[in-house]
């Protein structure tokens, strides 16, 4: 295992901090639910890959 990577403590790694901001802006917008407008998305257009698994 590279040295470097043992000085970097687990609390400052870029994972951690990202899950900081995730969590966060998760508790912002369950906070204001009136500001949250979710909206569904066109449906994906039907692939033909022969997969019996893929058909709708």
């Not at 470097?4 to 609390?11: E, G, R, W």
């Not at 995730?22 to 890959?49: F, H, N, T, Y």
Request: proline residues 9%.
């Amino acid at each position: 295992m590279d040295d470097a990577y043992k000085d970097t403590p687990l609390a400052a790694s870029s994972v951690t901090l990202q899950l900081e901001q995730i969590q966060r802006r998760c508790s912002q917008l369950l906070d204001e639910p009136d500001g949250l407008e979710l909206s569904l998305e066109e449906p994906a257009p039907a692939v033909d890959d022969g997969n019996p698994y893929n058909r709708g």
